[in-house]
């Protein structure tokens, strides 16, 4: 979790230039993203999340506006970190590399943020029966995965049919994305977000899917 005061200029966050104040700011946002791996919103206590972090309710309200306030932070920073890591993904240097390697590179990642947010993600997904609004970020941040995924896979796939290999690229990462969010919320096996063995066969199946579409007249 950051504790540059830029990082914290958050909606509902009240702001703060004094380091002390920034770094009891970061530290209730990294316990909570860390209790929702285990608690729900619903069951994320005020109290107990002050005791972890020996801050006093206080002090909580007088930098959160409200509960739901808090929330929202931790999903504009999960989203922030989201997008740096997009970015990062499209800067990388993959011109050499074949379909297969942008695969795993490009999925790796998505897995990578997913696990770094699990809590967060997992606790908007549940929310999102409420508040549809809630998961509208990460929407937006799944489509722009898909985007940046586009200009990194296509020139692996052979000339001509643009746009019929953009829709495969497209399909293929709503199928990783789908299979993630499953994880996240229902964790039905046999493979969790955390098993090693989900990078290989999530970017397996993506590959067999735009090999699929490179061979199809």
């Known amino acids: 979790m950051p504790s540059r005061s830029t990082e914290l200029d958050l909606?509902?966050?009240?702001?703060?230039?004094?380091k002390r104040s920034r770094e009891t700011t970061a530290?209730?946002?990294?316990?909570?993203?860390?209790?929702?791996?285990?608690?729900?919103?619903a069951e994320l206590s005020i109290e107990a999340l002050c005791r972890r972090v020996d801050a006093t309710v206080g002090a909580f309200y007088s930098r959160f506006e409200s509960k739901d306030a808090y929330f929202n932070a931790l999903m504009a920073l999960a989203a922030r970190d989201g997008e740096r890591r997009v970015s990062e993904m499209a800067g990388a240097a993959l011109d050499d590399a074949d379909?297969?390697?942008?695969?795993?590179?490009l999925v790796g990642g998505v897995i990578g943020w997913m696990r770094a947010h699990e809590g967060v993600l997992h606790a908007a997904l549940q929310h999102d029966d409420v508040r549809p609004d809630k998961w509208t970020p990460f929407k937006v941040l799944a489509r722009a995965n898909t985007?940046?995924?586009?200009?990194?896979?296509?020139?692996?796939?052979?000339?001509?049919?643009?746009?019929a290999k953009s829709r495969a690229i497209a399909f293929g990462f709503q199928v990783v994305l789908g299979t993630l969010v499953n994880a996240i919320?229902?964790?039905?096996?046999?493979?969790?977000?955390?098993d090693k063995e989900?990078?290989?066969?999530?970017s397996g199946c993506l590959l067999l899917l735009l090999e699929a579409e490179t061979q199809a007249k």
């Open 185 to 194: 919320l229902n964790d039905p096996g046999p493979l969790s977000l955390h």
């Open 11 to 18: 909606p509902g966050v009240t702001p703060s230039r004094q």
């Open 147 to 163: 985007e940046r995924a586009v200009p990194l896979l296509l020139p692996a796939m052979g000339k001509g049919r643009r746009a």
């Open 198 to 202: 989900l990078k290989e066969r999530l």
């Open 27 to 41: 530290a209730l946002l990294e316990a909570g993203a860390e209790l929702l791996k285990t608690h729900s919103l």
């Open 99 to 105: 379909l297969a390697t942008r695969c795993r590179q």
